[in-house]
């Protein structure tokens, strides 16, 4: 059967380091408050030359370098978003562009933080209909342009950047020892909306809003939800959480984190984490941290790898991949 194979992962962030002391002019809130309660110590801000689509095609490049090939190569990109450079064209045909890529097809993808989940599993399906042979799909984000700078709940938890992986078709035997993607779970809820939105929008306000959430009832949510979907995935591959080799959950909240692991019986040592240096980058978050975990040598060829990811919407997800 034919399975989408990782060929190469890359990433970008913004130049502008910003560490939790540079908020305590801001609003009211400490390092020991911020990294206390989520984890963070840094995150990347971008600047007005920073973009999600240049982010985008930075961590594309990267992540082509990595796998030894060119924008020729590719037939498709899928760019998860909520912070797109326009409200149209979609920014991945921007990306396309700015690639020198003149062939085949790109769009966005929006499902907030859970955007690089859903775009895997869609490009998984482009690639097993026979649709495409190669996708770059990308995570990019600037949700600093979103934030309200006065509101001390969102303004320290959020940073910039992109990440990318490359797909291909390749072929497996059907089971679990297979490389490429084996087995994913989606979901979405959208009585959760008001949770966790931004309060503008194209068709509402003619603007583009702030970013607003009720973090206790996000938090409350949110360990039940990727443990229902990492479930259903382990259940779908017939594998149970010891047979994992690493965990790269979406990077939002360390305890958030912490907390789905040990309800899994994650072994803490498995689990991939870089909220501390990125903050919630929202869909760049996971392909970040494949990229930390590949760069520095722990995730390897073989690997048995889960990712997942929660958003507003609800949305929230998992794909099993193995590397």
Same mark, same amino acid.
């Given at each position: ?144 342009? #979103? ?6 709940? *969102?303004?320290? =938890?959020? $940073?910039?950047?992109?990440? &990318?992986? +490359?797909?291909? %078709? ?95 019986? #994650? ?6 984490? *870089?909220?501390? =240096?990125? $903050?919630?980058?929202?869909? &760049?978050? +996971?392909?970040? %941290? ?34």
């Amino acid at each position: 059967m034919i399975r989408s194979v990782v060929r190469g992962t890359g990433a970008a962030l913004p130049r502008r380091i910003m560490k939790n002391a540079d908020f305590e002019g801001m609003v009211e809130t400490s390092d020991e408050w911020i990294a206390q309660r989520t984890g963070i110590r840094q995150r990347h801000i971008a600047a007005d030359d920073e973009t999600t689509a240049s982010l985008g095609e930075a961590a594309a490049r990267a992540a082509l370098d990595n796998a030894g090939l060119t924008p020729a190569d590719i037939d498709l990109i899928v760019l998860a978003t909520s912070t797109p450079n326009n409200t149209f064209p979609a920014t991945a045909v921007d990306i396309q562009n700015r690639l020198g890529m003149h062939h085949g097809f790109a769009f966005d993808m929006q499902a907030v933080c859970s955007g690089f989940v859903y775009a895997v599993t869609t490009a998984d399906l482009y690639i097993r209909g026979g649709l495409a042979k190669r996708v770059l799909v990308i995570g990019s984000e600037t949700f600093s342009r #979103i934030l309200d700078w006065s509101d001390r709940s *969102t303004c320290v =938890l959020f $940073g910039d950047g992109a990440g &990318a992986m +490359v797909l291909e %078709a390749g072929e497996g035997a059907g089971g679990i020892e297979d490389h490429g993607v084996l087995a994913a779970s989606l979901r979405s809820d959208g009585a959760h909306k008001d949770k966790l939105f931004v309060d503008g929008g194209a068709s509402t306000t003619g603007t583009v809003g702030h970013l607003r959430m009720e973090g206790r009832e996000v938090f409350k949510h949110a360990v039940g939800m990727i443990t229902d979907v990492i479930e259903a995935t382990f259940s779908a591959a017939g594998i149970t959480a010891e047979d994992l080799d690493w965990f790269v959950p979406h990077q939002a909240n360390k305890r958030i984190i912490d907390a789905s692991a040990r309800k899994l019986g #994650i072994a803490e040592q498995k689990v991939v984490v *870089t909220v501390d =240096l990125h $903050g919630n980058t929202s869909a &760049a978050s +996971v392909p970040l %941290a494949l990229s930390v975990a590949v760069a520095d040598g722990r995730i390897k060829k073989g690997d048995l790898v889960l990712i997942e990811a929660m958003g507003g919407g609800f949305t929230w997800g998992a794909v099993l991949l193995r590397w």
